[in-house]
Nanobody, 121 residues
Framework: QVQLVESGGGLVQPGGSLRLSCAAS????????MAWYSQPPGKQRELVAT???????NYADSVKGRFTISRDNAKNTVYLQMNSLKPEDTAVYYC???????????????WGQGTQVTVSS
């Protein structure tokens, strides 16, 4: 079983910054694409950013220029640097990884437990 452990959420004022991290329990060779999703109150989960093993990234239009996704394959960790935060960014943020427990396993979809980000004055 692949586990993703998130940290870094919290309460921040508009214009502030937070850095989320997500550590996987398996080695980098067993992790493919990683991503961050957000789920605002009462809304569906939305894709925020993705990053491939080699570092290619994609972002939702709403966060371009403000958020940066990165990963450290040696640490099996993905990060989301969140700058210029807005109240609309308030949500539970979930880490995602396409991963496998062992090299012979099929690739599967795994999720972190979620971390709350609240942007408020």
């Amino acid at each position: 079983q692949v586990q993703l452990v998130e940290s870094g959420g919290g309460l921040v004022q508009p214009g502030g910054s937070l850095r989320l991290s997500c550590a996987a329990s398996v080695s980098g060779s067993n992790i493919n694409v990683m991503a961050w999703y957000s789920q605002p109150p009462g809304k569906q989960r939305e894709l925020v950013a993705t990053i491939t093993t080699r570092g290619s990234t994609n972002y939702a239009d709403s966060v371009k220029g403000r958020f940066t996704i990165s990963r450290d394959n040696a640490k099996n960790t993905v990060y989301l640097q969140m700058n210029s935060l807005k109240p609309e960014d308030t949500a539970v943020y979930y880490c995602y990884a396409n991963a496998r427990t062992y090299a012979y396993d099929p690739w599967g979809n795994y999720w972190g437990q979620g971390t709350q980000v609240t942007v408020s004055s």
